[in-house]
């Protein structure tokens, strides 16, 4: 279950769908990794509003990655906080 904004220095706390950004993310493996069983919430990360107006989840390679939206780029300098681990 998803229990806090996936960009890490917010602390903010999930309790309601309609608030925020959910994204949900393909999996990325390896091919022999198909088979694996994996939870849905692996792949689910949300934003809180606040934290929506200016930042996105992307997926870079087999890590999901909280960055700056491009339209904040041009003011701000380009930031790229690394989520250790899948949503909790």
């Given at each position: 279950?998803?229990?806090?904004c996936?960009n890490?220095?917010?602390?903010?706390?999930?309790?309601?769908?309609?608030?925020?950004?959910?994204?949900?993310?393909?999996?990325?493996?390896?091919?022999?990794?198909?088979?694996?069983?994996?939870?849905?919430?692996?792949?689910?990360?949300?934003?809180?509003?606040?934290?929506?107006?200016?930042?996105?989840?992307?997926?870079?390679?087999?890590?999901?990655?909280?960055?700056?939206?491009?339209?904040?780029?041009?003011?701000?300098?380009?930031?790229?906080?690394?989520?250790?681990?899948?949503?909790?």
């Amino acid at each position: 279950m998803i229990a806090k904004c996936a960009n890490p220095p917010c602390h903010r706390e999930f309790r309601e769908l309609n608030k925020g950004k959910l994204f949900l993310l393909p999996p990325c493996y390896d091919l022999p990794d198909v088979r694996r069983v994996e939870k849905l919430n692996d792949h689910c990360y949300w934003l809180c509003p606040d934290c929506t107006r200016a930042f996105t989840v992307e997926l870079e390679g087999t890590t999901a990655v909280v960055r700056k939206l491009k339209r904040e780029r041009a003011a701000v300098n380009e930031s790229t906080l690394r989520l250790d681990s899948p949503a909790a």
